[in-house]
């Protein structure tokens, strides 16, 4: 949730219906950085807010490295973007190295200061240069890439997942496509309301996918 790059990857995230985590350095009831909830309430939709500090705890600098721990640890890997040759972001880059996670940097020019610290991850061996997207799932592996053979997923293909006659009904009214509760409402003839705490349960049975926007989608399998 810092201004900057992390938030621009949680809000890409959330537009692409992925799941996001922000790790903050003060309590959970403390979100300095979005006080006004334009972001952080769609992130408790599509993901969480976790911190290790009290309920009502105040910002300090202390609390910033013990918070960068944090992240490099729930995380396969570690990108930075940019960074001098001291900064948040080559702290978090030790620490992943500390738990023996993978660490990559965005390489740039030898006269930018921004970069110097991203080169010199890299010149050590410390970080793999990052070109593009296909370099970082290459060296995290296969759980990171989408399978190339799916199909959505149809009650025929989940038979030991018991669905009651009403979330039957929801499911044979979505179709292969992303369908908006709306329309889905129409067409299974349930109100609104009702609606919602099924494709709830759906969504508890891992048989649906919810998109941006309201929009339903049955999960591939």
Known sequence: MAYGIDMVAHAATLEHGG???AVLATGVDTIYTDP????WPKILEQ???ISEEWIGSTLSPGKFPKRNRIISGISAGTIVIESDLKGGSL???ATALEQNREVFAVPGSIFSRTSRGTNKLIQQGQAKAVMNVDDILDEL???F???TASNPATLE????IQLTPQEQSVMQSMGTSPIHIDTLSTLSTIDVSTLLVHLFELELKSVIVQQPGQF??????
């Open 145 to 147: 890439t989408k399978k």
């Open 19 to 21: 799941i996001t985590v």
């Open 157 to 160: 293909s989940l038979p030991t």
């Open 216 to 221: 339903f989608q049955k999960k591939q399998v």
């Open 36 to 39: 006004e909830g334009k972001l």
């Open 91 to 93: 702290i978090t880059a």
């Open 141 to 143: 592996g296969s759980r």
């Open 47 to 49: 993901g969480a807010l």
